[in-house]
């Protein structure tokens, strides 16, 4: 091919090639969406090299990031086009400094626009404006790519000269290398530019409204909860004596209990929460409907209950997405995921006319064109056997007339001939020149011959529908043509209903909480909140001489015993007498007595409610958190904790919280050299040897803690923190008594946390907050059973935690805005790369 750019001049010592980063596991199709990936653009999934801005590596979801430098091989103006599958951009600079980055050409706006390989006309966007070269200067380009999981994934850049067709513009020594990567760390992101092309939107991304800008989940939404840990905490000596002491001995507590393994989880039970803390993923029950499960919402009780529509929405979208009907691109040649290494630096070579997408189109055409004809010549099969009926009575009818008119003396000859011209038409024998009715048209059609053609120039109405003229309209045989008459229903506008206000928490069921992933945390009613509150309320006051008084209800939590009684959690917002601002965060327990002596005769009175202190039941807010966190050659995450972990230490100032991390030995990063680089209040570091195994690199984690009346987290790399996540792990763990599995939210691909679409994690027990002397209790992680696999891990604890040992009970709410980072498994700790032949 012949290339319009050489570098025979150039004394570089890595020229041909340019560089290539690749971000896998990302959903979407437009370059905006690759831009909200967490790890744009500094720490792609892989890094490499490419010879030719030609690519098609055949996987999907994935972006490009392409860079490099241009040498011309002459002076003059050159036209820059793209063509690529999904959408696409071409930088160029105006020198060979990457800070003068300018976007030339591309391909979308929406993320729904595509072309084929070699197509560069489709699109006004694809072609640049001229743009002048000297062969004296080098140029920094830049190109950014993006493919879903639909369609040819494909990238190409071509440029024309005067005189000169689209050719493709880059060959080996058309291009120069801007960095030789691969001496560098994953974790080495210095020579890396950072471009307007990395970080700026395209206009047509630019929001156009302030409708853009609110959130896309209520969960997104503003709420005190999310800044409780904000407020100073009320002083504890002000608590004491306020209600009296009551031992703590709820129902559901079991210890010792035989059970079968991972039969645990099914003793955890769930919360209550007030005030509505938007945890129902309200943005994907479009997709979803669970929670309206066999709910009659409806205004006829006795019919139309509204469907599940959660798993046929699922299947459907799983049809369209094998299909792929919900867009019809030219093909779907997308590779299955058995093949699992990527050529992404393949030699992508072909010509206009012997694309694989337009030759596969035209059998498609091909086939459907066969179709076509199939079933026309059905429908002729079926109307030459009417023809036939048709004809057999006027055959009959033809010979009843000629009788008739035989014993007519007062015939005219003209009268005379009806019979014998009817009877000719009836045998197919029609007078030259004409052309009559659905018969003759059917005729020539199976005859393959004139008939065809002149039904042809009659016109399709005329010769399929006009069968009028002297055959049966004359014989009272008319064949009626008109449409039978439509009915558009009546629409009573004003029609009104009645309508009560419907509790579809109180509808909740079992299944719903235990299958449903969209539902979101039991809701308290105010009926069963706000009492509690005032009663608790007037028993501070009365302690403490009305000294402090109830800015608003932050929080409340239930966990319902309708055997010995219900315990609270309070957590308010109060103001003293100085007017300072106060949150209290207090367990206290409803307890229910029940009157056993009464004298014969007198009926046993209803049970009293109490409210009472557990004894032993309190949280400690100065309890140090240790995120234990395993990993093996996760460079990008590990960075990515690193920096959410500084976040958190900066948000908060909280001095009470150290991230532990044990590494299998990494090699794509000094793990050490980044933790002491950043500025985390506390860290510690592990080096282990062998291959990756969560719990014994958790127990690893566990062993550095000596301060067994410290709380252990057991965390994962992926997670993304809300800034109330240490304040909330300290409220819900309490020594003796409960551990805390939080429930976190998963993303879906292409989901990030300003924008979250998932579902929650309604059956994982990997995060959990527990004491260490409670853990200690419990026997610590079981790394006999689980050594070079993972998963069932968190549920054996559970058992262990919950049944045996322990006997502790788990809080079990779900989290705002802890969300667990989309990710596939490929490539990740023990898996490897399946080499191809290809």
């Known amino acids: ?303 139309n209950k509204v469907p599940n529509r959660g798993t046929e929405t699922r299947r459907e979208s799983s049809r369209q997405r094998r299909s792929g009907s919900s867009r019809p691109k030219s093909t779907q040649t997308k590779r299955g995921t058995s093949r699992t290494e990527l050529n992404w630096v393949k030699d992508f070579t072909f010509t206009t006319k012997t694309r694989p997408e337009y030759a596969n189109r035209q059998r498609q055409t091909s086939r459907a064109i066969q179709t076509s004809r199939e079933r026309q010549t059905s429908r002729e099969r079926k109307a030459s056997r009417q023809t036939s009926r048709r004809t057999s009575r006027q055959r009959r009818t033809s010979r009843q007339i000629s009788r008739q008119r035989q014993t007519t003396s007062s015939a005219t000859p003209a009268a005379r001939e009806a019979p014998a011209r009817s009877t000719a038409w009836s045998e197919g024998a029609l007078p030259p020149g004409e052309v009559r009715g659905r018969n003759h048209l059917v005729e020539g059609i199976e005859r393959g011959g004139e008939g065809e053609r002149k039904g042809e120039e009659m016109g399709v109405s005329e010769s399929l529908w006009s069968l009028g003229g002297d055959s049966e309209e004359e014989e009272g045989l008319a064949y009626d043509s008109t449409p039978p008459p439509v009915f558009d229903p009546e629409v009573n506008w004003a029609q009104t209903f009645q309508v009560t206000p419907v509790n579809l928490q109180a509808m909740r069921s079992d299944w719903i909480d235990l299958s449903c992933n969209v539902s979101g945390n039991l809701l308290l009613r105010p009926s069963d909140a706000l009492p509690v509150v005032k009663a608790f309320m007037d028993k501070l006051n009365h302690r403490h001489n009305r000294h402090f008084s109830l800015v608003r209800v932050l929080n409340v939590e239930r966990k319902v015993d309708g055997v010995q009684g219900s315990r609270y959690f309070l957590e308010l917002e109060l103001r003293d007498m100085t007017g300072q601002h106060l949150r209290l965060s207090h367990y ?65 100032g909280d001095p009470y919280f150290n991230l532990i991390i044990t590494d299998y030995n990494s090699t794509d990063m000094d793990i050490e050299a980044a933790l002491k680089a950043s500025t985390l209040h506390r860290y510690q570091y592990v080096k282990l040897s062998g291959n990756f195994e969560r719990s014994a690199g958790l127990q690893a984690g566990i062993d550095l803690i000596n301060d067994e009346h410290s709380i252990v987290f057991l965390c994962d790399l992926h997670i993304h923190f809300p800034p109330s996540i240490i304040d909330s792990v300290r409220k819900h763990c309490v020594e003796g008594h409960m551990a805390f599995a939080p429930i976190v939210m998963r993303l879906d691909c292409g989901a990030t946390p300003k924008e979250p679409r998932g579902y929650w994690e309604v059956n994982g027990f990997g995060l959990l907050g527990i004491y260490k002397s409670d853990l200690d209790a419990a026997g610590g992680m079981n790394t006999h059973d689980f050594t070079d696999r993972w998963g069932g891990e968190d549920w054996e604890l559970l058992d262990r935690c919950v049944i045996l040992q322990s006997g502790l009970e788990v809080e079990r709410i779900y989290l705002r805005n802890f969300l667990h980072h989309y990710h596939s498994k490929r490539g990740m700790w023990n898996r490897r790369t399946q080499r191809s032949g290809t």
Request: a positive charge; charged letters at 20%.
């Open 1 to 303: 091919m012949l290339s319009l750019f050489h570098c025979h001049v150039l004394s570089l010592q890595y020229k041909g090639q340019v560089n290539l980063h690749i971000f896998e596991d990302w959903c979407g199709s437009s370059t905006a969406q690759l831009r909200k990936n967490l790890h744009y653009p500094l720490y792609p999934h892989s890094r490499t090299t490419v010879k030719k801005l030609a690519v098609s590596p055949r996987w999907t979801n994935y972006g490009l990031r392409i860079f490099g430098y241009l040498h011309p091989y002459t002076d003059g103006e050159f036209v820059f086009a793209v063509s690529s599958d999904d959408n696409s951009e071409f930088w160029l600079s105006r020198d060979d400094s990457p800070l003068n980055l300018q976007l030339l050409t591309w391909i979308g706006k929406t993320g729904m626009e595509w072309t084929a390989p070699g197509e560069f006309g489709k699109y006004a966007s694809q072609k640049s404006r001229p743009v002048r070269l000297s062969v004296q200067r080098m140029y920094f380009f830049e190109i950014v790519h993006k493919q879903n999981d639909r369609g040819t994934d494909h990238m190409e850049v071509a440029v024309s000269f005067p005189s000169l067709l689209f050719l493709l513009c880059v060959c080996m020594q058309a291009v120069v290398l801007s960095v030789y990567e691969s001496a560098l760390r994953m974790s080495d992101t210095t020579h890396i530019p950072q471009t307007a092309a990395s970080h700026t939107r395209t206009p047509s991304n630019q929001p156009d409204n302030q409708l853009s800008s609110q959130p896309v989940a209520d969960m997104r939404r503003v709420d005190p909860r999310d800044t409780l840990y904000q407020i100073p905490a009320l002083d504890s000596r002000y608590l004491r004596g306020v209600l009296p002491d009551c031992s703590y001995k709820p129902s559901y507590i079991i210890k010792g209990f035989p059970l079968l393994r991972y039969q645990g989880l099914q003793f955890v039970h769930m919360s209550y929460i007030y005030p509505n803390d938007y945890t129902r993923l309200t943005q994907m029950e479009t997709e979803n409907t669970c929670f309206y499960h066999n709910s009659p919402l409806d205004l006829d009780s006795t019919k």
């Open 588 to 652: 206290i327990y409803a307890l229910i007595r029940h009157n056993r002596s009464r004298p014969r005769g007198v009926l046993r009175r209803a049970p009293e409610t109490l409210l009472c202190k557990p004894l032993g039941f309190h949280w400690n807010p100065t309890a140090t958190v240790h995120f234990i966190v395993p990993v093996k050659n996760q460079a990008r995450w590990v960075q990515q904790l690193i920096v959410d972990m500084e976040g958190l230490y900066q948000t908060t």
